[in-house]
C-alpha cells in the first residue's frame, strides 16, 4: 500500500524525520518495504498568468506575465501551448531548484525570461498522469504559496505491507488511528458533514430483507466533470491512482482515505 507521510499527517501529529515513522509502523505490525525519497525542490511559487503576448522573434513561444504575489511579476518566455490569461500555475523564479536543473536568468530569442513555468513532470509527478504542458493549479490559491508545502511533495512516500486481516488499517485513517495510539497523540478525524438542500421525495428505499439493518441513499444533481482540485490529484498520484476528473478522484480519494 502506497502511503504518502503527506497525507498521514493530515490526521495525526508526526516526527519530522521521516525514519521515525518508517520505526514505529514497523512495531506495530506494519513493515515499510521500500521508501520513495522525493526530490529536493525549491523556489516553485503560485503564480496567476496576467497577460500573454506573441514572442516577437520566436513562432513557437509566447512571452508571459506572471503575478507571483507581493507586488511582484515575472516575465517568463515559455513554449508551452496550454497557458491562457488567469491560470494559476506553479513558477519557478530564478534561483529556484527542480530535480533536473536550477532555473537561471537567461535569454531566449532576445527576450529576458525570469523564470520558468513548471509542468507536472518537472515537479516529479507522473507527466502522463496530468495535462499536457504546464500543470494547471486552482485559481482561488493565494499567489506566491510554495507548491512544494502546499501540495506535500517533499516528504517521501512509504510503500506499508498490510496484512489481510487488518483491513481496519488499510488505509490512510487506518494507519493514522494506529500511529496516534502510539505516539500517545490525537487522532484528527475528517469532517463527514455534507450539506444538503433537504429530502427529496423522489428517491426511495424500501428494505425487503432483515439482513440489511440499514441503506442510506443521498441524490447528487448538478454536478460538472471537470478536473478536481490539484491537491487531490497529487495526493492520488503519489499514492499510485491515476488522476482522472473529479467526480473519479473524490470516489477513489475517500476509498484510500
Not at 512571452?63 to 511582484?72: L, P, Y
Request: aromatic share 4%; glycine share 6%.
Amino acid at each position: 500500500m502506497r502511503v504518502p507521510i503527506s497525507w498521514l499527517r493530515d490526521y495525526v501529529l508526526l516526527p519530522h524525520d521521516a525514519n521515525e515513522t518508517i520505526a514505529r509502523l514497523a512495531t506495530l505490525g506494519f513493515p515499510v518495504d521500500a521508501v520513495e525519497t522525493r526530490p529536493a525542490i525549491t523556489g516553485v511559487v503560485t503564480g496567476r498568468i496576467l497577460t500573454i503576448e506573441k514572442h516577437p522573434n520566436a513562432d513557437r513561444l509566447v512571452v508571459c506575465t506572471i503575478d507571483t504575489g507581493g507586488n511582484r511579476t515575472l516575465t517568463i518566455a515559455t513554449a508551452a501551448t496550454n497557458v491562457a490569461e488567469g491560470q494559476v500555475i506553479p513558477v519557478a523564479a530564478i534561483g529556484a531548484k527542480l530535480p533536473e536543473l536550477t532555473i537561471e536568468p537567461r535569454k531566449m530569442r532576445g527576450i529576458a525570461s525570469e523564470g520558468m513555468l513548471c509542468s507536472a513532470g518537472e515537479l516529479a509527478l507522473e507527466a502522463d498522469w496530468f495535462e499536457d504542458g504546464i500543470m494547471q493549479l486552482d485559481r482561488d490559491l493565494p499567489l506566491g504559496s510554495n507548491v512544494v508545502e502546499m501540495l506535500g511533495l517533499s516528504d517521501p512516500v512509504l510503500d506499508v505491507d498490510v496484512t489481510p486481516n487488518r483491513v481496519d488499517a488499510m488505509s490512510m485513517l487506518g494507519l493514522a488511528r494506529e500511529l496516534a495510539a502510539s505516539f500517545g497523540v490525537p487522532l484528527r478525524e475528517p469532517s463527514t458533514t455534507v450539506a444538503t438542500n433537504g429530502e427529496s421525495d423522489d428517491v426511495r428505499v424500501t428494505l425487503e430483507t432483515l439482513d440489511a439493518r440499514r441503506y442510506v441513499t443521498q441524490r447528487v444533481s448538478n454536478l460538472t466533470v471537470r478536473p478536481a482540485p490539484a491537491w487531490i490529484r497529487v495526493r492520488l498520484a503519489l499514492a499510485g491512482q491515476r488522476p482522472i476528473n473529479n467526480l473519479v478522484d473524490i470516489s477513489n480519494f475517500v476509498m484510500l482515505e
